[in-house]
């Protein structure tokens, strides 16, 4: 397994920047924010891609894997390799969820869920703040 990318806070801000990432990007994969349903850029994408980190960019989604949840945020069924994603229990906000991050680098993702509609049975509920996407 690599090494995990560590670095400041300053660091991911200025990485954010050069990449162009909205301004979200960092609250959203470094302290855990979530953007508003139905206002992330790639909730409506239907673009043939795969989907990376926003911050390492890491592979994380092939959007062959992505579906409409109708949630607000984009939904993928599952994982593009095994691995690429860590989950950690998250019990903010009064509630128990299932976290999702890089397993590169620790961003933020979203959370996942046991109610997808494939045979995975997983719905991957991330934010597109946290994500790149690269067309085919």
């Known amino acids: 397994m690599p090494e995990k990318i560590h670095k400041t806070d300053g660091e991911w801000k200025a990485l954010l920047a050069e990449k162009g990432a909205e301004p979200l990007a960092f609250e959203v994969t470094r302290h855990a924010a979530t ?13 043939d891609g795969t989907y990376q980190c926003i911050c390492c960019g890491a592979e994380l989604f092939d959007a062959s894997a992505k579906f409409d949840a109708g949630c607000g945020w984009p939904s993928f069924s599952e994982e593009l390799h095994k691995g690429a994603i860590e989950e950690r229990v998250d019990r903010a906000h009064g509630m128990t969820r299932t976290e999702t991050v890089c397993a590169s680098c620790g961003a933020h993702l979203g959370h996942v869920f046991p109610d997808g ?11 597109s703040a946290s994500l790149d996407f690269k067309a085919k």
Do not use: S, V
């Open 35 to 47: 953007e508003r349903p139905f206002t992330g850029k790639y909730d409506k994408n239907r673009a």
């Open 117 to 127: 509609p494939t045979d995975t049975g997983l719905r991957y509920c991330m934010n």
